[in-house]
């Protein structure tokens, strides 16, 4: 999946702000200030974007897709996964992890924020 498209399915998920930062050299997805995702590359240089996952189900990735999905790359390796996008990776699988990431964030903000969101 190519960048402009994790992009754009990023910002079809309500109240996403989509920065860059610098000092990261990344691309972030946040919602209510919180990131869900963050693009960029590994210290190898491979690129590789990072999300939120569910911590059994973020094992459970990783088991199924060794060498493209790993622990989260500078993130802590329970609760975020990095997906290597110079893999062959199923453009549906991505958009999934992107969603559920999102809910996960959105789900951890307050109600009053959420309810701002909708």
């Not at 972030?28 to 693009?39: E, F, P, T, W």
């Not at 569910?54 to 094992?59: Q, R, V």
């Amino acid at each position: 999946m190519k960048p402009e498209k994790i992009k754009q399915v990023c910002l079809q998920n309500k109240g996403t702000v989509y920065d860059f930062k610098e000092e990261w050299n990344a691309e972030r997805a946040l919602v209510g200030g919180k990131m869900y995702l963050m693009m960029g590359t590994n210290k190898e240089g491979d690129p590789i974007v990072t999300v939120k996952a569910e911590p059994s189900e973020g094992a459970r990735y990783r088991e199924m897709y060794p060498g493209i999905i790993t622990e989260g790359y500078y993130m802590n390796k329970v609760h975020w996964i990095s997906i290597r996008m110079d893999k062959e990776v199923d453009e549906t699988l991505i958009e999934t992890l992107i969603n559920e990431s999102y809910e996960l964030i959105f789900k951890s903000l307050t109600k009053k924020m959420q309810t701002e969101i909708k």
